[in-house]
């Protein structure tokens, strides 16, 4: 069914079911979505990254990119080709110092982005800067880089955002 699955992608040291990522999923899952999550462990090469999300979801049409630090500058990446219903980004690492030139642009589709005050990692500046340039919808939290202290509000944010794109 096209536009009825959500892929996440990890961050750099994160796992392909942490805890945000299993609290999203059942939000996913409550709004009858399929759900499928990339495993990047083992691979450090951002571009090798872009490479597996696109191979292993070149064959859902329209999915739903949902990443997290590293993840979401991946699955805003593979967007060009895998042309998402919409893209939901957690403190995606964009414009990062030495290689901003890799930030990649967005697709014609809703974003919103959820970042961190306090995200001594990726600066909020950064989504900040992101979400002015294309028109992303962003909400700023009281949070660093991982807010897992948040997760509720992510998850609320996450339905609200599945329920925009029915």
């Known amino acids: 069914m096209s536009g009825r699955t959500v892929i996440f992608s990890h961050g750099k040291d994160g796992d392909p079911w942490g805890s945000k990522i299993v609290a999203m999923a059942d939000v996913a899952r409550a709004l009858n979505y399929q759900v499928e999550s990339v495993d990047y462990r083992g691979i450090d090469d951002p571009q090798a990254r872009v490479a597996k999300l696109i191979e292993s979801a070149q064959h859902i049409p329209a999915p739903i990119l949902v990443?997290?630090?590293?993840?979401?500058?991946?699955?805003?990446?593979?967007?060009?080709?895998?042309?998402?219903?919409?893209?939901?980004?957690?403190a995606p690492?964009?414009?990062?110092?030495?290689?901003?030139?890799?930030?990649?642009?967005?697709?014609a589709c809703p974003i919103s982005i959820v970042h961190g005050w306090q995200d001594d990692i990726v600066p909020v500046q950064n989504s900040i800067r992101y979400a002015r340039e294309y028109q992303a919808t962003l909400q700023v939290i009281d949070a660093d880089h991982r807010m897992l202290q948040h997760v509720p509000f992510i998850v609320a944010y996450f339905h609200l955002f599945l329920q925009r794109l029915s």
């Open 67 to 90: 990443g997290s630090s590293l993840g979401g500058h991946v699955a805003t990446a593979a967007a060009g080709v895998l042309a998402p219903r919409g893209l939901f980004l957690l």
């Open 93 to 107: 690492a964009f414009y990062m110092p030495g290689f901003e030139q890799y930030t990649p642009k967005p697709p």
